[in-house]
């Protein structure tokens, strides 16, 4: 057990890893985020090494990645690294399940009105293979389990939401919407990218299947380094796939190379 003063100066410590709070205060507002002094370094590193001979450091690339995805498993509480695939932001996590998944005209999504438009437009798209879009609205800026489960029709196959919701901060009981969707052979998306890494994620108690998740905004310092993971299909009695999606970021090394 650490003291107060031992955790102040920790945090203390800490702090001086972002050059940018010396300079003036910043109002991290789950957007784009300071640089710590340590990822600074390691994107350097990669850039010298990419620089020069040898040109092709590929294995390392691929042992880099096998490390971002166990620092991934780790911090989400998934199963394994294997389950995790690198993408480039939310959308595209997004764009993955939508497009990955198979539909028959008829099949119905739902979504609410408070989304970012990333958790709107993949799901929008299927509208052209004849799949309907529902959306509820929220109640005093936010959806009861109640509120949820009784837009759900027969056909509903898929419900997608915010971990934490972009407009204002608005937290879904994921652990209950999980236990009805597998309930129900339902597929859970949830979209991660508000919240991991500020608040503890454990994709394994909304009873995911797959989640997708680009740096979190609460550190997002560099574009481009997202991730997705996805559990494999627990067999159903109706022999659907009851899943989920979350999509964030985060400043984890975004390669590790030997020295
Ligand atoms: C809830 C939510 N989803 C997605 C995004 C961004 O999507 P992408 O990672 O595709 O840029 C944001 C942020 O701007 C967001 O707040």
């Known amino acids: 057990m650490i003291s107060e003063a031992q955790q102040e100066r920790k945090f203390l410590d800490f702090r001086q890893a972002f050059p940018a709070y010396s300079q003036g205060i910043y109002v991290n507002h789950a957007a784009v985020s300071p640089a710590a002094v340590f990822v600074r370094q390691r994107m350097m590193d990669f850039w010298q090494r990419r620089a020069n001979f040898p040109v092709d450091i590929y294995p390392e690339l691929q042992e880099g990645q096998l490390h971002f995805k166990e620092q ?6 998934a199963e394994g690294a294997e389950n ?18 198979e539909w028959k005209a008829g099949d119905r999504i739902l979504l609410n009105t408070m989304e970012f438009p990333a958790n709107v437009y993949p799901f ?26 009784e837009r759900v029709q027969p056909r509903t196959r898929l419900i997608s939401i915010s971990f934490v919701q972009f407009l204002n901060g608005f937290r879904a009981d994921l652990a209950a919407l999980g236990r009805f969707c597998r309930a129900q052979g339902i597929h859970l998306v949830v979209d991660a990218i508000q919240g991991t890494g500020a608040i503890p994620l454990d994709v394994q108690c909304w009873g995911y299947r797959c989640l997708g998740h680009r740096r979190p905004q609460v550190a997002d310092v560099a574009h481009g380094d997202g991730f997705s993971v996805c559990r494999p299909p627990p067999s159903s009695k109706n022999g659907s796939c009851p899943g989920g999606m979350a999509v ?4 984890l090394e975004p390669v590790r190379l030997s020295p």
């Open 72 to 77: 991934i498993a780790r911090m989400i509480h």
């Open 84 to 101: 995790i695939a690198c993408v480039e932001n939310t959308s595209t996590g997004l764009n993955m399940v939508a497009g990955g998944l």
């Open 124 to 149: 929008l798209n299927l509208q052209r293979q004849g799949v309907m879009v529902d959306f509820i609205n929220p109640e005093a800026g936010g959806l009861t389990l109640d509120r949820i489960v």
């Open 248 to 251: 964030g970021q985060g400043q």
